[in-house]
């Protein structure tokens, strides 16, 4: 997970998702949060924990249409938002094109 800081290689380029140290400790946190949250019992326990981080994915894919419709509302193109979710300009239109 070492990887090198961010850098753009051409101008307007946009960053795929990426995942580091930062990122880790944020869904750590998380997931940490969620589960003491949904029950003070066997936080150590690897169902809470796995309840949990699926909770999360979910939550976060449930979000994604409304992120993209906001991004093109401020304009952006399918090509920019598909270098953004690492796919293509094809596919991320197709996927977000008709959901707010």
Known sequence: MNQPPLRLTRP???PA???DH???DVITEAIDNLARRRTACWLGDS???LHALASLIAQAEQLLPQAVHDARDQELTWA???EL???TAA?????YRNKP
């Open 47 to 49: 169902a809470v924990h």
């Open 80 to 82: 920019q938002i598909g």
């Open 12 to 14: 307007g380029q946009l």
């Open 91 to 95: 596919t991320a239109a197709r996927r």
């Open 17 to 19: 998702p990426r995942t």
């Open 85 to 87: 979710l690492n796919t």
């Open 22 to 24: 930062d990122s880790l």
